[in-house]
């Protein structure tokens, strides 16, 4: 990630880095300016240097693990005609990525929320900018006639989102194995093909 438009200083990459080393062991509030300073390899004034506050530094390292996801789900839908197969896609990526990186959906789904600045940020730009690519893909659906004409593309893409997030949550809070095979299969046919009998 660009600092400033410009280039990203190895400084300012270090202490990104040193964030999210140290939220494998610590949530960020246990985290302290001090210990990514000495993991950095940096002094505290250089991190206030870079980032307004440890929040600024959060959202960042937010911003740059949800750019990676981001390609990672664009990359696996490009071959794939049907708007399912594309939703089949996120579900399964966003389950893969969340239990591959679970520093990525700890900051996603439970540290950054309650923070109001959080909503002005250029990572929450980036996840609002994936959910206009899921409603794009929803709305697809329905003009292919793979999903049914009535249905409300933002009521469904918050049905995946949400049901992928509660699915998930209580391993990231617990660091359980998640069953991404399993999950996925049951959420996409909950879904796509109803719970009617």
Not at 28 to 34: E, I, K, Y
Not at 162 to 187: K, M, N, P
């Amino acid at each position: 990630m660009k600092h400033k438009g410009h280039t990203n200083p190895p400084g300012r990459q270090k202490i990104i880095e040193a964030l999210t080393r140290l939220m494998w062991a610590k949530d960020f509030h246990s985290v302290t300016t001090a210990e990514i300073a000495e993991l950095a390899g940096v002094t505290e004034g250089l991190i206030y240097k870079y980032f307004k506050s440890k929040k600024e530094l959060l959202y960042q390292v937010l911003n740059d693990l949800f750019a990676q996801f981001n390609q990672a789900v664009l990359d696996r839908m490009a071959d794939k005609a049907s708007a399912i197969e594309k939703l089949e896609v996120i579900i399964r990526s966003s389950i893969e990525y969340y239990t591959a990186n679970r520093v990525f959906a700890r900051i996603l789904l439970l540290e950054v929320r309650t923070s109001p600045d959080y909503f002005r940020s250029e990572a929450y730009a980036r996840v609002k900018a994936y959910a206009r690519t899921i409603l794009e893909v929803i709305q697809m659906g329905i003009q292919q006639g793979e999903i049914k004409a009535n249905t409300d593309p933002l009521i469904l893409r918050k049905v995946i989102l949400g049901t992928i997030e509660h699915a998930c949550l209580g391993e990231i809070i617990f660091t359980r194995d998640l069953d991404v095979q399993a999950i996925t299969y049951s959420i996409s046919t909950i879904i796509f093909n109803g719970a009617k009998a």
